[in-house]
């Protein structure tokens, strides 16, 4: 594995499922690792959109017409967040080039009623991708993630949410290219 896609996570790289994970959480999965600590680690899944709207969830932001993704497993019943553009809210966490991870809900709904942040601007998630300590790097060495180490600026985001783990593998180059096209099912080839 070159020093590119080594394995030693940080919080704003993003974690590709291996192309035969057969979890029905994480396959094909992208995780935005949020944060990453020797007590564990917290991300959110990028690229698996959910049944619910926005207004499902937010009576306040009923007239949005946003798409929740699923971030993970992980307490389902909980509200995450990535914004973009510049930091606007108190406690938001930097995880790449103009994306923020989290903050003061309050003010966002309030920014996003007045127009001050437009809702694609926004990515809910409800659940998270949680990993106990040392959880994470044993999964990486069972090969079950791919570190994209690369620069994750918020473009990545106009992607379709089912093209976003081919268009990063693809990006990555080498045998990642060509493992983007496998198929789920390998018979199926």
């Known amino acids: 594995m070159s020093e590119e896609h080594a394995v030693f996570p940080k919080p704003g790289n993003l974690l590709l499922s291996d192309p035969f994970l057969k ?6 999965s992208v995780v935005m690792l949020c944060e990453h600590q020797d007590t564990g680690s917290f991300g959110l899944v990028i690229n698996k959109p ?7 969830l937010v009576e306040e932001l009923s007239f949005l017409d946003t798409e929740v993704y699923v971030g993970g497993p992980v307490e389902q019943n909980t509200l995450h967040f990535l914004y973009f553009g510049s930091k606007l809210l108190v406690n938001s966490t930097s995880v790449g080039p103009g994306i923020w991870w989290g903050g003061d809900f309050d003010a966002l709904v309030e920014h996003l009623k007045v127009g001050a942040v437009s809702a694609d601007q926004v990515r809910f998630f409800i659940g998270y991708s949680g990993w106990a300590s040392g959880q994470l790097q044993e999964e990486l060495q069972e090969k079950t993630w791919i570190v994209y180490s690369g620069l994750v600026e918020h473009d990545l985001f106009k992607n379709p949410a089912k093209e976003i783990w081919k268009v990063l593998m693809k990006n990555m180059g080498g045998d990642f290219s060509t493992q ?10």
């Not at 979890?23 to 094909?28: A, I, L, P, T």
């Not at 959910?50 to 499902?56: K, W, Y």
């Open 23 to 28: 979890d029905e959480n994480f396959g094909r």
């Open 50 to 56: 959910s049944i619910l709207q926005l207004g499902d």
């Open 180 to 189: 983007a096209n496998y198929p789920l099912d390998p018979r199926l080839n």
